[in-house]
């Protein structure tokens, strides 16, 4: 008989999310498992080894990708959080702000735009002015993209705040940057830092954009990873593949710890 | 049990036998057992926590008994889920579909049962007149107030004809004047339909007012169960005297017990025989008296003593004074049926009195 | 009152660097892409400003040896082949989302917060990475064709890569998380009384999934096709690694044009194609919002 203790609970749900959370991390366990893969050939066991990732460590090509890729993701990132928090802040505590509907449209344009539109629509404006500088050009462009995910965390956070505070603040004769400093920035500090590192993350993982303006010496991590793909597959590439995903998901945790902080 | 306030033929409704509730090591409700009877107003009462809720959701089906069984008109409905009972609920939170109107709240449980669109249309509209809601028949539920939304849940839950009713708090959403109406409209439509009604609340005047019985809940048990008179006048415990109504709790020694009467000493100096339960010769009992049983002054009393107002809180058609009588406090409440001229200060000496059939002694 | 935290002045201060970010890289390229997409080819690749629609009567013709249009489904099939991936993408996420969210939904708040890290972890691990990850499960000697020839189910087999099976494998893959937490949300916003309310009605678990649940969680639902959806039709990665050079999707088709085919204004106007698609599903959304409150405020 079938016991109607608790009706919300559907028979077979559990189930299915168990297999849906195997197929979830399946296909990158695969990935993280041949990487430890003595053999060439990378569907051939032929035993443990970290061979590949001494050797991807040693490839100066994927080295001088990383670099890129860091120089393009910690710049832009600065560059879009600050923005992005004095956006925030004018667009949730501002008075009288006029048209701050637009206002926050514009600002997450972005993400309603197709990358691949916004990236040739780049592409095609740096050719116009003649920009050559293929790092300037990543910085340029990341940063644009950058703002939306920088955006959002502070935003909520900053609506999560109680705008009394503030307002204590400043009955309590402090100035607006002193009530900005010692109580509005630390409170939305968890938000800054993690729209800071959502921003990082994409930047270091976008591929669509940064393919499309790579340009001499302007190679990023993912479009050198592409480049391996195209190759073929092979264990070091498994193994390069493994280490941006330890990076990815050690970025990811303390994104998602700081979100959670009260 | 209070057999004489069973006036209708005592057929069961509900039969609890043996029911408790265990929520991991937290035990939500010891066994209890009682019956309910056919088209009675049955109220559980007690303060939050006390299980009444559990007990509630165990006949509607939604928390299984962790021992005992619950019959409904004679049949054991053990393990028969909610949508198998023929039991409606009415929603602390009315529970109203918000994407549905009311008419399509009202017939959701008519078309589950498999009604016809016309017998469904003709019964929808019925209900609505029961309820007074005619006009409202389109509307979403996020149109209505506070009060058509308990009317519509109302309806929603009587338009199956349920065998019984269940009620969960259904009035404690809503502000004090409407609660009141809304009492009146529930006595009325309990007696219209001649459902049986349980009703669940933790306010003790809502429970008095509309109740046939009541059974009181406390820690997890049944600490009295009878008519709202019995259980007022004759509170079969601390927790229950405490609970229902206000009352003055003296210190008293037993001298002696002589079936329903007992005999003690109390703490005014005095000794008095007065109704009790579970009292024992030469042990502590409390001694319980109710505001609006002593008088002040006294009159004709038997049992008078002097004091001194000490405070005086004036609420309109009452005022309740604190009189020191011999470093005990008591709470008289006193009628404001003559002028104001006629009331005491603070300070003033005065005598008080009251009947020994005015008191309860209760055993420790 | 002296409520003033901030003046009009600081108003304009705080948004002036991202509107004029947003204006300099991003409005006025677009507006160029549009500019673009009129233009003629250059000899050399790039574009000459010459004003022409062209560019769209090729995204439906071959032009002949002597101007004679000729009628050229290709391109037609690519935006066919886009739509029809993105949408099957958003109905397979919708079907495997539900019954995962409701259920991370009934567990206890921590395994809740655990459950739902997970489900955004695979998001935040490389897009390309993860991509990357099938075409070692699906390849010509891949896990899956191992797996199946050690059951001794088969002897050999054609490559799963390559093709539009291969592409909607990896975009469900790609995208189901941005599925499964708006409906979560939504699933968590739902009132459990109304479950209740549905079963003391007479109302089973099936019959309470389709008349309460589901038409509840239609916000979310909808919330998360569109963020399925709309990025399905500006995908590179998948097209590109998976579908081959045969199965393109509009996404990689642009990218051809501004690279190896050096045909900017077809790929301007594939552009401006695919940017009208997308902003016709987002204006669909606001004007479904529009249309739904303001039948809520109708009495």
């Not at chain 2, 009181?216 to 601390?238: F, K, W």
Request: glycine share 8%; proline share 5%.
């Amino acid at each position: 008989m079938t016991n109607g203790s608790d009706v919300r609970r559907y028979p077979g749900f559990g189930l299915f999310s168990l297999l849906f959370f195997v197929y979830l991390y399946l296909p990158i366990s695969v990935v993280v498992f041949y990487s430890f893969n003595a053999n060439r050939i990378v569907s051939n066991w032929g035993g443990f080894s970290l061979h590949w990732y001494t050797a991807a460590l040693s490839n100066s090509a994927l080295v001088s990708a990383v670099k890129v890729s860091l120089i393009v993701a910690v710049i832009a990132t600065t560059i879009s959080t600050i923005v992005a928090l004095m956006a925030a802040l004018v667009i949730v505590r501002g008075r009288d702000v006029r048209f701050r509907g637009l206002s926050e449209t514009v600002v997450n344009l972005p993400l309603l735009l197709p990358e691949i539109v916004v990236a040739v629509a780049t592409l095609i404006l740096f050719s116009q002015i003649g920009l050559a500088n293929g790092i300037v050009k990543l910085i340029i462009a990341h940063t644009t993209f950058c703002i939306p995910f920088a955006f959002l965390p502070i935003r909520a956070r900053l609506q999560g705040m109680d705008a009394d505070l503030e307002e204590a603040a400043r009955d309590l004769y402090a100035s607006a940057w002193i009530a900005f400093r010692r109580v509005t920035l630390p409170l939305i500090l968890p938000g800054v830092l993690s729209g800071a590192m959502l921003a990082f993350v994409i930047s270091m993982d976008d591929f669509i954009t940064s393919n499309l303006l790579n340009s001499g010496g302007a190679t990023t991590l993912p479009v050198y990873v592409f480049s391996l793909i195209k190759q073929g597959v092979s264990p070091q590439l498994n193994a390069i593949s493994t280490l941006i995903m330890l990076a990815s998901i050690a970025l990811a945790t303390v994104a998602f710890l700081l979100q959670r902080q009260r | 049990m209070n057999d004489e306030a069973c006036l209708r033929a005592p057929r069961k409704a509900v039969e609890i036998k043996g029911v408790s509730k265990v929520f991991g090591t937290y035990q939500a409700l010891k066994p209890v057992s009682f019956d309910i009877y056919d088209n009675e107003f049955f109220t559980l009462l007690g303060p939050s926590g006390c299980g009444k809720t559990t007990l509630l959701r165990m006949i509607a089906g939604f928390e299984q008994p962790t021992t005992g069984k619950i019959f409904l008109h004679g049949s054991n409905i053990q393990g028969l889920p909610p949508h198998k009972r023929r039991v409606n609920t009415v929603f602390q939170s009315y529970a109203l579909f918000p994407h549905m109107s009311v008419e399509q709240n009202i017939g959701f449980g008519l078309e589950n049962l498999g009604w016809s669109k016309d017998r469904r249309d003709a019964r929808v509209a019925d209900m609505l007149r029961l309820v007074h809601m005619e006009a409202f028949a389109g509307r979403k539920p996020q149109q209505l107030s506070g009060g058509q939304r308990q009317r519509v849940a109302l309806a929603r839950a009587l338009a199956p004809e349920p065998e019984v009713l269940l009620l969960d708090e259904p009035l404690s959403a809503l502000d004090l004047k409407l609660r009141q109406a809304m009492r009146d409209e529930l006595r009325i439509l309990q007696r219209k339909t001649g459902i049986t009604f349980v009703f669940v609340t933790h306010d003790q005047e809502e429970a008095l007012d509309l109740s046939d019985r009541i059974c009181v809940l406390g820690d997890g048990e049944i600490q009295q169960l009878g008519t709202p008179a019995a259980i007022y006048e004759e509170p079969s415990n601390r927790f229950v005297a405490d609970f229902i109504g206000e009352t003055n709790f003296l210190d008293a020694e037993v001298i002696a017990v002589d079936g329903e009467q007992a005999t003690v000493t109390t703490q005014l100096g005095m000794t008095l025989t007065a109704s009790h339960k579970k009292a024992v010769a030469g042990q502590k009992a409390f001694m319980s008296i109710r505001p609006e049983k002593i008088s002040l002054p006294a009159q004709d009393n038997p049992i008078a003593v002097d004091g001194t107002i000490m405070g005086t809180n004036y609420l309109g058609g009452y005022t309740y004074y604190l009189v020191e009588t011999g470093g005990i406090r008591l709470r008289i409440s006193k009628r404001n049926s003559v002028s104001r001229g006629q009331m005491f200060e603070i300070g003033q000496s005065v005598k008080v009195g009251f009947a020994a059939e005015s008191v309860r002694i209760l055993g420790a | 009152m002296t409520r003033h935290i901030k003046s009009p002045g600081w108003n304009v201060l705080g948004l002036l660097p991202t509107h004029l970010i947003m204006f300099l890289t991003l409005i006025i390229p677009v507006g160029i892409i549009v500019l673009v997409s009129f233009s003629t080819r250059g000899p050399y690749g790039g574009f000459e400003y010459v004003f022409t629609t062209a560019p769209y009567k090729q995204i439906l013709f071959n032009e002949g040896w002597a101007g004679e249009l000729e009628f050229n489904p290709q391109y037609l099939i690519v935006v066919a082949r886009t739509l029809l991936l993105s949408a099957g993408t958003t109905l397979i996420c919708l079907v495997l989302s539900f019954p995962v969210a409701h259920f991370i939904s009934l567990q206890k708040p921590s395994l809740k917060v655990a459950l739902i890290y997970l489900v955004t972890l695979p998001f935040w691990v490389s897009m390309i990475v993860r991509v990357y990850s099938w075409i070692i499960i699906l390849g010509n000697e891949g896990v899956i064709e191992k797996t199946l020839r050690a059951l001794g189910l088969i002897d050999d087999m054609d490559s799963l890569l390559f093709g539009d099976t291969a592409m909607l494998i990896g975009l469900v893959y790609s995208y189901i998380p941005l599925m499964i937490l708006p409906i979560f949300a939504s699933i968590e916003k739902l009132d459990p009384a109304l479950i209740e309310a549905s079963h003391d009605l007479y109302g089973s678990r099936l019959i309470t999934l389709h008349r309460v649940i589901l038409p509840l969680c239609q916000p979310g639902m909808l919330a998360g096709a569109i963020l399925v959806f709309v990025p399905c039709l500006g995908a590179v990665l998948e097209p590109t690694l998976l579908g081959g050079g045969k199965s393109m999707m509009m996404g990689n088709l642009i990218q051809l044009q501004f690279g190896a085919a050096r045909n900017w204004p077809l790929g301007a106007a594939i552009s401006i194609v695919l940017m009208t698609a997308v902003l016709i599903f987002l204006v669909a959304r606001g004007l479904r919002a529009v249309r739904r409150e303001t039948t809520e405020l109708a009495l």
